[in-house]
Structures are given as C-alpha cells and as structure tokens.
C-alpha cells in the first residue's frame, strides 16, 4: 500500500456548525474540499496504534464517493481498521451505537441531517468521539483552525472497496481491513433491550393503527426490521421507507411542513391513525402525531420524562434530565416534581455528551424535533417513537389524552418555534443587532400584558469540563416567566436563518385545548415589534412555523 501526500490549498469556510460542515454538494466536490477537512479531523486527533473508525451516512448524493476517499485516508492516516454500514449508510444514532458497542476510536457521520439532498441539495460531515457523541467545540475549533492552514492530505492508494457486501476486506499485508457491517440488526437488538416490545406487539395487534413516514430517508430499513419484522406492524403501516439519494425529492425534515404526507393522514378527521411519526434524513429527529393532534418536541421530552418508569430500560427512574435553551421549560416542571436535576445546554446535541458520560442525566432534548437517551450518545428518532409506542401501551390511553392529563397535572408550557428561511446574510445580522442594541432598553417595558424583565445572550458553562460557549442564543424574559428567543441557524447554507422561539405558561386548563399560534397570537406580535423582522428583512411570514 502506497501512501501518498497529495499538495492542497487550504479554503477559509471549514468551520463547522451545530452539527458539523453543512455545504452545498457543489462545494464539496470542489477539488481537496472534502480531503481538506478530513485531513483537518484526522491532525486535530491523536489516532493510536490499531485504532478503528466507524464510518457511514445517510445515502444522500456524494456519500458512496465520499465514503471511498474517506476510506483511504484513514488508511494513510494510521487507522488500522474501518467499520462501515452496509451500502455506506448508516443513522446518526446507530453510528453512535457503533462507535460504543465495539469500542471504536470515533466515527465520521456524513450528513445534512434534515437538510435537502441531491445534486443540488446539502452535504456533511461531522466527526464523533469515542463516547459515541458528536465533538466537542474545543475539537472542531481545532478542526476548523487546521483547515486554515493546510497544506497537505495522505491518502492510501487502495482500490475501489466493496462496501456492499456484509465481511471484511484486507489490504497491506492485514494492516488495514475494512469491515462491512448490518448496523440495522445491531441497532434493532439495543432498541429491543430497552423497550417493552411484547407490550407494543400486543398495542400493534390489537386494532390500533399507526403510521411511519421514513421520508425516503435512512430510517426505512430501521423500521422495516423494527416496526413489520420485530414487532408485527402491517406494510402500510410505513411509508416511503426505500432510502434515495435525493429524499425522493423531498425535504427529509419532520415538521408540520415538510411532512405533509404524513400530516394529511394523521389530520383527516376520524379515520385517521391513532399514532403517527417520522423521522428526518440521518434519523435522529421524531416528529409525533396522534389522531389529529400534534405533540410539539418540548412536550414530548416531558412526556416521556413523567412516564419513564413504564418503559423496561428507565424501570428504575431517571437521574436527571437535560433540555437545550430554546426548548420550553415543560420538562423542567417533570423534573422538579420527580426532584432531579434538570440542565439546560446551548443548541446541539453535543452539549449533551458530558451530562451523560458523567451519569447526571439520562433523558435529554431539543425543541427541534430532538430527544434521546443515555442509551447512545446522539439524538434517536426511532428510539423516541418506541419509546412512545411503549407508553402507550402501557397507558391504554391516547396520545391526545396523555397530554390533556399532563397538562393539567403540570400546566402546559404553550411554545412555538417560527423560522425565516434564506435570508439574506446581512438583513439577518441586523435584525439580531437590532435586538441586542436594546438590551438596556428593554427591561422594564410593558408590550400588552406582558412586561419584559431581563435580556441576555445565553452563556453556557459546562459544570463538568469547565468550558464555556458564548452567544448562544438572545433571551428576552418577562416577568410572567414567558420568553422569547432569537437565534440565528448553525446548519442553514443558503443566506441566514432566523429562528423566532416563543413560550408561554398557561395552568388553566380551560385554554388547554387552544391552538398554539392563537393562545401565542401576542407574543408574536411583539416578537416581530422588537425585531423589526419584517421591516428589515421584507418578509411578511415565517417558512415554517412548529
Ligand atoms: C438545528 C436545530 C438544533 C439541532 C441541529 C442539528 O440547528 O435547531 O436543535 O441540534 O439542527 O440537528 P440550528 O443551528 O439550525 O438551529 V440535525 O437533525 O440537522 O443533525
Ligand atoms: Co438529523
């Protein structure tokens, strides 16, 4: 095996996002643009003798290409094995499980996640540690400053590997074996260890219905093996769940939006299923839906929370739980009751790790369609849906019913998140400008009934490594204990992204039953007064509202 040291120009946009490098595929397939930033991964990590690398994406356009150069760069790098998911491909969330069921020294996720693919879609990559979690910015900030000044990449002179057929391949006298795996029943198992799945038989057999749409992304051969094979489901029962290259077209992102599919079925009145959900491109985000009701992401982190002790794996209760900052504060009301601790983190997953690995918290989730476990070390979409399935079942009730009693129970944090897509890079930073120039203004100001009480930009200090992130999002808290956030998107790559979080808290359960934008109608308002959004970026209404 040959290695050879290929010269290369460095480029000065390589810094990752929320969820690692988000680009155009044209931008990728731009000559040493991937080589650069994998370089860049591999100098920033210290790899040790017989280290291996999981490897493997989401089947978006460039990830068969993008797997092979990844391949032989490990190779000349000093990995001495690669594990990769059958066909190139495998979840967020069973990468993560990879990573930490057969000790791997980390993994290389290639995805946009919820971003649109194809040719003229998104790529990306992220690198995860050996924890099973996305890096942490001390890592990607390494990550990002090598890319700036590279010069050079190694790349193995291998020949084409054969990444479809399950079994290994061995190059260079058995120094460097690549290793072909079935994630799909791996991760099948560890969902099956966690879950009551004779209870969600029994659920799924006896007339109730659900329905689960893939988006033509990776999560189909998932569900096929744990929905129809494991647990009984019928075939119509899951929808677009054959992976493409181009999400059939689609945008693989769960929302009310762009799962309209879906939404039609779950909102056609009384024949619809009792459950619905789907999932997003990589297969770490859950959109749930009962029978023409939708559960926002915020409440569900609640739900779950409050009724954890029904599912096998949290029998025994949960040691703490851990939400990001934009995500409504319904599961901070779970965890006073239940008397644990509850953190809250910046956006993105990777805030999450050190939580975990130092056992304070075992439920964690964002307001972006996000919840997962301890189990691994990502967000799991599936893993939410079973977990759901598993309540139900166990709860006989349904899924509208189970929010109406958790709100009275616990008063219901009404939320909503509004988001102006591709905006124009400028108009997006003055509107935040905008916001922050009245930071001393604001306090004290009444809008309506509500009076504004502090404004900050969200500081996080990470109680178990000590770091801290800064500018992680604007508040503007009322007295009444309603907020508003702004922030603008880590993972958008055309133009600017600004995200509009609003929350209110209502214990009255005679305006549990309202629609969030009509009981958040005021809210919204004086977002939009304080931003100047429309004003200053000309649009008249979001892209998408959840
Ligand atoms: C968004 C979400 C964030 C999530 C991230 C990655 O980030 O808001 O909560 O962790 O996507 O999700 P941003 O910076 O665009 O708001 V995924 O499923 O795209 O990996
Ligand atoms: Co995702």
Redesign the pocket.
Known sequence: MQIQTIKTTAFNDQKP????LRKKVKVFQQTGYLENFVQSIFDTLNVPNNATLALGGDGRYFNRQAIQIIVRMAAANGFARVLVGQAGILS?PACSHIIRKYKTFGGIVL?????QGGINGDFGI?YNISNGGPAPEKITDSIYDLSKKIIEYKIADLPEVDVDTLGQSIFNDGKFTVEVIDAVQDYADLMQELFDFSAIKKLLSSGFKMQFDAMHAVTGPYAQEIFANRLGASESSLMNCIPSEDFGGGHPDPNLTYAEDLVKIMFAGESSPDFGAAS???G??NMILGKNFFVTPSDSLAVLAANATLVPAYANGIAGVAR?M?TSGAVDRVAAKLNIPCYETP???KFFGNLMDAGKVTLCG?????TSSSHVRE?DGLWAVLFWLNVLAKKGMSVEQILMSHWAEFGRNVYSRHDYEAIPTDAANSVIAHVKSQFTSLPGQSFGGYKVKTCDDFSYHDSIDGSISNNQGIRILFEDGSRIVF??????TEGA?I?IYLEAFDPDVKNHHLDAQVALAEMIQIALKISELKERTGRDTPTVIT
Do not use: Q, Y
């Open positions: 996002g929320t969820s690692g967020t995805s946009a996640s919820h971003n992220k997003d491109g990589d770490d985000r990001s934009p956006t993105g997953w964002e307001e972006s369609f996000g967000k922030r603008l998107s880590g993972t958008g992204t995200r």
